[in-house]
DNA sequence: CGTTATATGTAGGTAGACAACCTAACATCA
DNA sequence: TGATGTTAGGTTGTCTACCTACATATAACG
């Protein structure tokens, strides 16, 4: 996968990742491998620096828990997370409708 | 749309606007306007630039001409860039096929 | 003659992802 | 006892592709 194709995209992968429910960092990455079939496997400095860009941009926010002795920081979606979700799926199908248009199944047939 | 988005699929958008046919640059934002229903429109800091950068690459070769005056420098798609456009291609339906599974249709189900 | 359309470019800045690195607790196996 | 691996969370610095803004020139239209 080419290493820009992401750009612009990560926070509504993030953002769905969390719709199904609170998750760690860590278990986000993981979420995002299987979710796309092995495609996705995004550093942690990518995943943790945009997470807390989602916190600050009021999309999500994270409380600390420990487990088994070990420090996780869940994050969850706030509503306005859920909103910007929603906004991003809409984003997300016009963006492709536009590419799609261009991308076409073959060569462009000459000018109607 | 999110001006980002593009990050990494322009030289895509460039290739295909390219596989019809012989083109100048002015011609190929308007070719990208129309095929992408009004969506992209893209400026010439941005498409001139990667045009030079998609010939040093040399995936498409350039010639000048003058039509009623003015200059057009019109490209072409070299054998390379036909492979590098069907590649991209390829690519596209990797991303989109990775992105969908994780934006998926809604809230995840609790794993099964 | 001014404005719009056609046409090609350059210069400079930015943001977002990545690579590389670091810390720490616990588990496992030798 | 120590080596290695897994889980977990971070930071720092770099790269670069794209954008914004600007500059130039001719033709066409009013």
Redesign the interface.
Known sequence: ?????????LD??LL??L???RLHGYAIIE??QR???G??DLPTGTVYPALRRLETAGLVASEWSTVGGRQRRTYQLTKAGKRALAA??T??R??????E????G?????QA
Do not use: Q
Request: overall charge neutral.
């Open positions: 996968m080419k290493s820009d194709a992401l750009r612009g995209h509504a992968l769905a990742t719709d199904g429910g979420a995002l979710r796309s079939g495609a996705l991003e799926r984003a997300w016009e963006f492709t409708t536009a590419i248009g261009v991308l076409g073959g060569p462009w047939p000459a």
